[in-house]
């Protein structure tokens, strides 16, 4: 009954260091995204994956790379950090894209000195 | 620029009171529309959407909220509120009802009071 698993909770890297997010579901759904949360921003999207092996740019994707490793798993990495990606980073998971609702994870708070 | 835009930042209501969260889109045709709920220190969860047909839907937790083609609204409603919806409210939409990710607004923090 996880849902969708986002690792880790926190983290605190220094400008230049680089880390990757891991986000995995086990509800069988085909599409998965990762959106930043910051304050007075709503959620954009950064990148997402609409079916395992494809992989599309959201809103905010510079400074940011995924990979969708099978139909479970996608992951966010991040190869030098910045200060301005100092967020609150979630994972979300649906059966398609479309009028599906979103599971989501429970977030990641990065902060980048 | 096409958009969702939540109007209100925080809003301050009295338990028992009832509540409006209000949410317009900026899109040519009908999208999707959701409400999630946040609260603190978690992820989101979804409280109701709309797709077509009955323009009143109903959610969880006593939510239910309006579309309304004529003003490209789709405000969220409770009838009284509880202590424990205090929350951060976003209202989500996928333009023109594509296959294309979900676009949310800014949130409405919501602030109950005794």
């Known amino acids: 009954n996880a849902g969708v698993t986002q690792t880790p909770k926190f983290q605190v890297l220094k400008t230049g260091q680089s880390m990757t997010l891991q986000c995995a579901q086990d509800?069988?759904?085909?599409?998965m995204y990762w959106y930043r949360q910051d304050p007075g921003m709503g959620l954009r999207l950064i990148y997402y994956?609409?079916?395992?092996?494809?992989?599309d740019k959201g809103e905010v994707p510079n400074g940011y790379n995924v990979s969708r490793l099978n139909k479970r798993e996608f992951s966010l990495r991040l190869e030098s950090a910045a200060p301005s990606q100092t967020s609150v980073y979630f994972c979300?998971?649906?059966?398609?894209?479309?009028?599906?609702?979103?599971?989501f994870g429970s977030g990641t708070r990065l902060t980048v000195v | 620029a096409q958009s969702v835009t939540q109007p209100d930042i925080h809003i301050t209501v009295s338990e028992g009171a009832s509540l409006e969260l209000r949410c317009n889109y900026s899109y040519g045709a009908t999208p999707y529309l959701f409400w999630y709920v946040q609260s603190p220190g978690q992820g989101l969860q979804l409280l109701l959407k709309?797709?077509?047909?009955?323009?009143l839907v109903q959610g969880i937790k006593g939510f239910e909220a309006e579309f309304k083609r004529s003003q490209s609204s789709f405000n969220l409603r409770k009838p009284s509120v509880h202590w424990s919806d205090a929350a951060e409210y976003f209202c989500?939409?996928?333009?023109?009802?594509?296959?294309?990710?979900?676009?949310f607004g800014k949130g409405t923090r919501l602030s109950v009071i005794a």
């Open positions: 709309y797709f077509s047909g009955d323009t």
């Open positions: 989500a939409v996928v333009p023109n009802s594509g296959n294309t990710p979900l676009v």
């Open positions: 509800m069988n759904h085909n599409s």
């Open positions: 994956s609409a079916s395992e092996g494809t992989t």
């Open positions: 979300a998971s649906s059966r398609g894209q479309g009028g599906y609702g979103y599971t």
